[in-house]
T-cell receptor
């Protein structure tokens, strides 16, 4: 049981480049989430998916898109990366009936 | 979602009991109180959740007064490994609101030898 996995672990982009962060969970959870965490800050919700086939904006969705590919996978795409998107990105999943989210190890993204 | 207020940082020594209080004056009737712990370079980890009175598990206790406008996370006999950021969250069980949880800045607990 791998839990929540994220790829890649590290990434360096140049301004304007695009990339997709991948997330997968094997716990059969309905809900999945993408957060970003800047140095010394708490987590901010980018997008979430309450169930397969649905996605909704969180606190800071601008500059990002998401795809809930199936129940297991939830990807985050940066179409045109900006230095302000330098951050650590966490994916999480949750059982719908309880507030316990399970987090992946994070992706450390630097945009130059 | 109810706004929460908690201390930015706290210091403690090994072996002491640590109490972190979270204020949530606008908590709604259906809201639960949830606490997470985050170690450096890791994602947050669920610690405990409660609705009212007291909840205890193998890691911590959660005290919630009758008016539910605040809650206190209690960590018994902390060790150096309890040094982490602790987040207090308030929200409905996700089933009723699409699963959105909002993390604040958290409380950075530093345990010293």
């Amino acid at each position: 049981n791998a839990g929540v996995t994220q790829t890649p672990k590290f990434q360096v982009l140049k301004t304007g480049q695009s990339m997709t962060l991948q997330c997968a969970q094997d716990m059969n959870h309905n809900s999945m989430y993408w957060y970003r965490q800047d140095p010394g800050m708490g987590l901010r919700l980018i997008y979430y998916s309450a169930s397969e086939g649905t996605t909704d904006k969180g606190e800071v969705p601008n500059g990002y898109n998401v795809s809930r590919l199936n129940k297991r996978e939830f990807s985050l795409r940066l179409e045109s990366a900006a230095p302000s998107q330098t951050s650590v990105y966490f994916c999480a999943s949750m059982v719908s009936s309880y507030n316990e989210q399970f987090f992946g190890p994070g992706t450390r993204l630097t945009v130059l | 979602l109810a706004k929460t207020t908690q201390p930015i940082s706290m210091d403690s020594y090994e072996g002491q009991e640590v109490n972190i209080t979270c204020s949530h004056n606008n908590i709604a009737t259906n809201d639960y109180i949830t606490w997470y712990q985050q170690f450096p370079s890791q994602g947050p980890r669920f610690i405990i959740q409660g609705y009212k009175t007291k909840v205890t598990n193998e890691v911590a206790s959660l005290f919630i007064p009758a008016d539910r406008k605040s809650s206190t996370l209690s960590l018994p006999r902390v060790s150096l490994s309890d040094t982490a950021v602790y987040y207090c969250l308030v929200g409905d069980i996700p089933y009723n609101q699409g699963g959105k949880l909002i993390f604040g800045q958290g409380t950075e607990l530093s345990v010293k030898p």
